[in-house]
């Protein structure tokens, strides 16, 4: 079974600085999609970026933008000149290509920015 | 263009009740599911359906039900509800099959079982 693994519950950084949030995922499928929703206090779920694995090249998004390491599993989201309105729960997600279609989601990460 | 719609916002339920969560798209998306989001546990997978008459378990199935009988709709019941299923409801639906197609999420519907 496939599993997503956010490893920091929590993280706080100045406004108009760069962080980044960590992701990790098991799986044993060579071609799978990732994603990164966003949950701001609205608690609306809003899709940040989108990642296809098969695709070397990072994904970028305005401001955001993926670090994709496919041998180590690993999907982080790099925040660059972190604004207020980014303050939410960040969630990564995992999903299976021409299969169920299901999506699998980590445990979240609480960004605050601080001004 | 409604996007999911998840109906009621908020409820308040006595152990032992029962009740229908209802979810509604108007994207002729094949696929949809049912998360619900705790504190420190994310969005937990309940159950989903890639198609009209077709329904399958996720990740904590027990204790709710689903049909899918159109596309449009995909209603989660409680049969008989439990404090354990005092949550934030999500509904969400995509394209299915191939495709890097995103999930479209309702409102979410805040459940409280006493």
């Known amino acids: 079974a496939q599993t997503v693994t956010q490893s920091q519950p929590e993280m706080s950084v100045q406004e108009a600085e760069t962080v980044t949030l960590s992701c990790t995922y098991d799986?044993?499928?060579?071609?799978?999609?990732l994603f990164w929703y966003k949950q701001p206090p609205s608690r609306q779920m809003i899709l940040v970026i989108r990642?296809?694995?098969?695709?070397?090249q990072n994904a970028t998004e305005n401001r955001f933008s993926v670090n994709f390491q496919k041998a180590a599993k690993s999907f982080s989201l790099k925040i660059s000149d972190s604004q207020l309105g980014d303050t939410a729960m960040y969630f990564c997600a995992f999903k299976r290509t021409n299969r169920d279609d299901k999506i699998i989601f980590g445990k979240g990460t609480r960004l605050h920015i601080l001004p | 263009n409604a996007g999911v719609t998840q109906t009621p916002k908020f409820q308040v339920l006595k152990t032992g009740q029962s009740m229908t969560l209802q979810c509604a798209q108007d994207m002729n998306h094949e696929y949809m599911s049912w998360y619900r989001q705790d504190p420190g546990m994310g969005l937990r997978l309940i159950h989903y359906?890639?198609?009209?008459?077709?329904?399958d378990q996720g990740e904590v199935p027990n204790g709710y039900n689903v049909s899918r009988s159109t596309t449009e709709d995909f209603p989660l019941r409680l049969l008989s509800a439990a404090p354990s299923q005092t949550s934030v409801y999500f509904c969400a639906s995509s394209r299915a099959g191939t495709g890097v197609s995103p999930l479209h999420f309702g409102n979410g519907t805040r459940l409280t079982v006493t």
């Open positions: 990642q296809e694995a098969y695709k070397q």
């Open positions: 359906s890639v198609g009209a008459g077709i329904t």
């Open positions: 799986t044993s499928e060579n071609n799978y999609y």
